[in-house]
């Protein structure tokens, strides 16, 4: 199949650049499409055929569960049953934006579309691009995010291309993704509020909407928990992980700095390719032939928008062993060191 590409610019959106989109995603076929948060891969979430082919694009496992993409909150109506009030409460707050609610589903949504669960996850994205698609598909969109499955979130349009191109009908290219990690999940259809995946939308910032909400335990462990049954399907699969194998190094700056020195000097005299993952802060401590750099602490979104682009060049780049510091002070910590450590396959070390 060959894959079209458009560019769309989001300073300028004229509704007639989805008309083709819209009508692909009517007839069942896949579009890959930007969000604030990372690509999703597009079908039309009603329609089990196109579910199924978003699976086979991605060489999904058929039990991990899609999220469907609304342009209007009320439409949670439509897709779900047993709303509670703390559902109409987060999204008002929260949405357009990078939240995504578990909830019962209704009828009309396939289980080829929720892994075979009877709930339903839904989020209303912020992103202009991807609201005026939904709007002029008038499909509710099922999108995971368009990577090819384990490898990192894309969050360019190359990225995209580089996973998906000749098994999917369409990319739209509207540039970088903002925030660059996938949304926060939150589990509304047990008796308390569970995030299943941390994201932008912190647990305080939920928090100060509806009291009591907690975390799942596998979200924020900082080993496997091989006897916690995981919420999700989607928690069990191996994510993110680039080809090279990281190590995630805790502890002050300096003594951070100074062991992984060491461990670089002693794998680079081996002639290994190997690579330091750190932040703005840090980079003139280190001395590496491969120094990849997310940006300041300061700025959270440079962190955030960076991380799986530089994990997708540590595989264009060939790294075999890899350094990254932790980020575990940030306001954005639980996200960022849930995608680290599942990059790392959780191999920690505190100096
Ligand atoms: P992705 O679309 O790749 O960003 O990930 C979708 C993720 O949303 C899945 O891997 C699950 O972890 C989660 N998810 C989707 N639907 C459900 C559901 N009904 N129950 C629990 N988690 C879900
Ligand atoms: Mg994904």
Redesign the pocket.
Known sequence: METKVIKIDRNNIKKEEFAEAGEILRNGGLVAFPTETVYGLGGDGLNPNASKKIYAAKGRPSD????IHIADADDIRKLAVNIPETAWKLAEKFWPGPM?M?LNKADIVPKET?GG?D???IRLPSDEIARNLIRESRCFIAA??ANSSGRP?PTKAEHVIEDLSGKIDMIIDGGSCDIGL?SS?I?LSGEKPLI??PGFITREDFDAVTAGVEYDRAVIAKTPEKNVVA??P??KYRHYAPKGNITIVEGEPRNVAEYINRCVSESESKGVRTAVICSDENRDRYKCENVYDLGSRKHELDITSHLFDVLRQLDSDEISVIFAESFDELRLSQAIMNRLRKAAGYNTIRV
């Not at 991990?64 to 999220?67: D, E, G, H, T, V």
Request: net charge neutral.
């Open positions: 991990n569960p899609l999220i995504t578990i929720t669960l709930t339903v996850a995971p995010s979130s996938e999940i589990d299943l995946r919420k999700a989607g928690m």
